[in-house]
């Protein structure tokens, strides 16, 4: 069984600019969720997909934007970038089937760390 | 809005000894799911243990425990038999019923001492 992966590890850009991130789910599951997690605090949910739709949002501006792929697979796209994007970007994929322990937990990613100069 | 607090921000336990990490969450929902993540310092999140909140009976896996009280919205995570791999920090997490809303904790951060 494959995990969780994303990719870069580490991306550094500067303000204004545009950023993909990536991540394939892990075998099986067919919800992908997105979170931010600045430096010595808790995960901030962005948004959801499932079955390549936006399923869920988090508080955070429309120039932060996704898209799931037919695999199930996901893209995270922030434009305009600001200083304080810089941070942990998660995905954790999950899956509405399977056993009751398992079903909708979520499983993560190792993380995109970007920097925003 | 859901908001989950942890009110330790940090914490150490003796190995081999018992330590609990305090959470504490505010939610009008009846039905969601908690959680408990460990992110040691390589950085990938790893799931501990969840509760559905309409189970009355407290989780556990292994070592760790949890203590669910839905009257109080209180979910803390004891960890007995403490070992160095547990030095990590733990996140609690709030799940709505629904999975399109998630809330985590700042974290406590977990020390064991040899």
């Known amino acids: 069984e494959t995990g969780v992966t994303q990719s870069p590890t580490h991306l550094i850009k500067t303000r204004g600019q545009q950023v993909t991130l990536r991540c394939s789910s892990q075998?099986?599951?067919?919800?992908v969720s997105w979170y931010q997690q600045a430096l010595g605090q808790g995960p901030q949910f962005i948004f959801q997909y499932y079955r390549e739709e936006e399923n869920g949002r988090g508080n955070f501006p429309p120039r932060f934007s996704g898209l799931q792929f037919p695999n199930y697979s996901s893209e995270l796209n922030v434009n305009a970038l600001e200083l304080d994007d810089s941070a942990l970007y998660l995905c954790?994929?999950?899956?509405?089937?399977?056993?009751?322990?398992?079903?909708?937990?979520?499983?993560f990613g190792p993380g995109t760390r970007l920097t925003v100069l | 809005a859901q908001t989950v607090t942890q009110s330790q921000p940090e914490m150490s336990v003796q190995e081999a000894e018992t330590v609990t990490l305090s959470c504490t969450y505010d939610?009008?929902?009846?039905?969601?799911?908690l959680f408990w993540y460990k992110q040691p310092p390589s950085r990938q999140m790893i799931l501990v243990i969840r509760?559905?909140?309409?189970?009355?009976q407290n989780a556990t896996e292994n070592r760790f425990s949890v203590n669910f009280q839905k009257a109080a919205k209180s979910f803390s995570l004891k960890i007995s038999d403490s070992q160095l791999g547990d030095a990590a920090m733990y996140f609690c997490?709030?799940?709505?019923?629904?999975?399109?809303?998630?809330?985590f904790g700042p974290g406590t951060r977990l020390s064991v001492l040899p």
């Open positions: 954790a994929s999950s899956s509405p089937g399977g056993s009751p322990m398992v079903r909708d937990t979520q499983y």
């Open positions: 075998s099986g599951h067919n919800t």
């Open positions: 509760q559905e909140a309409y189970k009355q």
């Open positions: 939610t009008s929902e009846s039905d969601y799911y």
């Open positions: 997490a709030y799940r709505d019923n629904y999975g399109q809303n998630f809330v």
